[in-house]
């Protein structure tokens, strides 16, 4: 019998594990193991050392699959012995060296770019950081489109923010150059340039998918993004 890899499935900035939630039935009725871990969403290299950490402990082959942000991070942690695949969802998919700024910077602004907010936290012994968020009234434009309308309310006012550090941290490695990698592309996204998800995964060789979907592609497009990842889980069972 086929052993079908673990499930690892990372969320993005501004969201939380919480956002595969029509995703995650479906894969645990497919007799699947999952995992969505809650990324600290403190800095690239961090929550990629995090991930990795969890990776490490599962016993056994381990599919990869990161949202928006969380695709940066599973190219840094992907590079995990047991990582038999990647799966990209409206992502950004980093080459070694390159930064979240570097890769946005190529192209046209996002209307995303627009609705950011910035706050500061306290850090002990160092000077505050800062988080991004996005507008609350901004949010369900920018996020979530076709998205149902009260979900989104709670979205915009329970977001995970990202430290603003993170954009500029560069990729220590690429995974991706050898595992076998999936990304999907949100065509309506309005959170990340369409053209960054589609440079990102043409530069890997991905196997590329399109749907027409806001940035939560799977709060939007939840029966594409599970009919992909069972594309991924066949392909990656040894």
Same mark, same amino acid.
Do not use: C
């Given at each position: =019998?086929?052993?079908?890899?673990?499930?690892?499935?990372?969320?993005?900035?501004?969201?939380?594990?919480?956002?595969?939630?029509?995703?995650?039935?479906?894969?645990?009725?497919? #007799? &699947?193991?999952?995992?969505?871990?809650?990324?600290? *969403?403190?800095?690239?290299?961090?929550?990629? @050392?995090?991930?990795?950490?969890?990776?490490?402990? /599962?016993?056994?082959?381990?599919? &990869?699959?990161?949202?928006?942000?969380?695709?940066?991070? /599973?190219?840094?942690?992907?590079?995990?012995? *047991?990582?038999?695949?990647?799966?990209?969802?409206?992502?950004?998919?980093?080459?070694?060296?390159?930064?979240?700024?570097?890769?946005?910077?190529?192209?046209?602004?996002?209307?995303?770019?627009? @609705?950011?907010?910035?706050?500061?936290?306290?850090?002990?012994?160092?000077?505050?950081?800062?988080?991004?968020?996005?507008?609350?009234?901004?949010?369900?434009?920018? =996020?979530?489109?076709?998205?149902?309308?009260?979900?989104?309310?709670?979205?915009?006012?329970?977001?995970?923010?990202?430290? #603003?550090?993170?954009?500029?941290?560069?990729?220590?490695?690429?995974?991706?150059?050898?595992?076998?990698?999936?990304?999907?592309?949100?065509?309506?996204?309005?959170?990340? *340039?369409?053209?960054?998800?589609?440079?990102?995964?043409?530069?890997?060789? =991905? *196997?590329?998918?399109?749907?027409?979907?806001?940035?939560?592609? =799977?709060?939007?497009?939840?029966?594409?993004?599970?009919?992909?990842?069972?594309?991924?889980?066949?392909?990656?069972?040894?």
């Amino acid at each position: =019998m086929p052993t079908a890899p673990t499930v690892v499935l990372v969320h993005g900035a501004f969201a939380d594990a919480s956002s595969f939630g029509p995703v995650v039935p479906a894969l645990l009725d497919d #007799g &699947l193991s999952v995992v969505a871990p809650a990324l600290p *969403n403190r800095s690239l290299v961090a929550d990629s @050392a995090y991930i990795a950490s969890i990776v490490r402990q /599962i016993a056994g082959p381990v599919l &990869l699959v990161g949202h928006s942000y969380g695709g940066a991070v /599973i190219t840094v942690a992907g590079a995990e012995e *047991n990582v038999v695949g990647l799966v990209y969802l409206a992502a950004y998919a980093l080459d070694e060296g390159e930064s979240l700024g570097e890769l946005q910077g190529r192209f046209d602004d996002p209307a995303l770019a627009a @609705a950011l907010v910035y706050k500061p936290f306290p850090q002990a012994g160092q000077a505050d950081g800062t988080d991004v968020y996005v507008d609350v009234a901004r949010f369900p434009d920018v =996020m979530a489109g076709g998205v149902d309308p009260e979900l989104a309310r709670v979205l915009a006012v329970s977001q995970r923010p990202l430290t #603003g550090v993170a954009f500029g941290e560069k990729a220590s490695t690429a995974a991706w150059r050898d595992r076998p990698s999936w990304g999907l592309v949100a065509t309506s996204d309005h959170a990340i *340039n369409p053209e960054v998800e589609r440079f990102g995964y043409s530069r890997a060789g =991905m *196997n590329v998918t399109e749907v027409d979907s806001s940035h939560l592609v =799977m709060l939007a497009e939840p029966k594409t993004v599970v009919e992909l990842l069972r594309d991924a889980v066949r392909a990656t069972s040894a």
